[in-house]
């Protein structure tokens, strides 16, 4: 009797045709020769359907001001593996409200890596742009940062690419795997996927499968990528970005010195504040320009502070309600920098200007009842 | 001397002041009015502020334009025109209609600290 004993479970469902051969070990040759059939009982096990798959698909993080942005991944990665082969599997890029025009994307000034997450799964960048303060200016079209996956590194199934002319199994290395029990180790490639369901997708459009095509589709792999609103952005170490910012600083002290001096001037000859009342009102009204057009260079507001009045007097740093220093009314006071506790101090230096006048009011009121009538000064 | 600087108070300077924080003080009104937190007891306290703010930002220059005009025939002589000099002297024409000059200096501050408050996404943000 013979006995067979599958041991795996990727036998089922199998039938193994072999030749039995019985020989007489010692007589003058008898052989005789059986054909035989074993078939393994049981349903076949689909490899893609079966087995527990780590798929590492990404998403990315929004981009800050500062340039700031992220992409987390489904699944823990080998950080200083995809740092250091970066370039080699994704393209970052721009893509600006002007694409259409020129239908050409724009690369960054740098890309640079910051770090990643305890949990392996969350990679930090810092971009850097050309141009910083063009980018992010309109609200109803975007300026786009993107960060793509090469199409050419992944098979129909999902994993890197593995034929003798174009072999990107190196890239196996960015898989990790991470348990409380055994810590992070380089997990079996086999059972690791990225993206797979775009290559599936990509699988169901090329031949075999789809018999009308005639070339492999590669469509929904050029497609691996994710994008993020750029939005205004303050990158000081631009040399314009920083040049127009200290311009703007010092714009705040000429023009307070411009009503200084017109102050002083209308005093000493004596000829009323009309000119001055006029040119505050004026500058009042201009001050709000940039902050009605939202989007308009908020690292010049220094330049208008001076027009807002009540800002004339705004310090960098918020001396009354500091609890609300982190509070804005909305992100473009946030950029301009205008938290609630300064709105709040500037409200209160009106308020206590207010308290002034009334103050030198009684005083004057008070010299007026003590003074003789009929002398001069009365 | 002392006597003429005293008219001043009566009311040119505190017209003037009032013009001149008019803006800031409504535009602050509104946006604490449109934010509505009201979790703590100071931004309570803030909203009712806002509402005092907001409804005499509306009724002061209405109250100023109303005696201005009630006025008018009597501020035909200067010394009655000087305490109002701060509102009045735009409107020296000898005619009523003048009171516009002013009151669009209050309208086109008010319109703008409601513009200014207006939420990032709203459609008329563009206005």
Redesign the interface.
Known sequence: MISFRPSSKWYANTTYSFRLVLQESDGPGVKFSYPMDVHVTGTTYDFYKEENFTDYTFEMGALDRYGNTSITWSNPINYPFLRDNWDAMFDVYIKNVTIREHNQTMPLLSWEHTGVSDDNKTMHFRARFHDPYMLGLL?KKSDRLYIHFKYDLLDFDGHFKRESYDDKTYFEGMYLNCTDEYGCVKPNATLSRVFPTACATDKEKSPPDNKDAQFISTKEREKLYKKKRIDIQFDFENTEMMYMRKFAEKTYWYLCGVVVFQYLMLAMRNIGF?PL?TL??YM??CA?IP??N?RMIPYLYDAFKPF???HLVLTDEARL?KEFENDY????YDYFGLNIAK??Q??AL?TI??GI?IF??IV??A??MV?P?DT??? | MISNTLKQFRFNVYIRFYMLSYFDLTFFAVMKYIEGDTSTNLRKIAEVVSYIIMTLSAVVPLFIMTVVCRRFEVMKIKQAKESFNTVVLKIDKQSRWRLVVPGYFFFRRLLTACLLSMPIDNTFIFL
């Open positions: 609200t009309l009342w505050i009102e009042q009204l709000f902050l009605y939202f807002l009045v009540s309600l009314f909305n992100i473009n709105l709040a500037a409200l009106v200007l207010g006048i030198i009011n004057i009121f010299a007026w003074t009538r001069k000064v009365g």
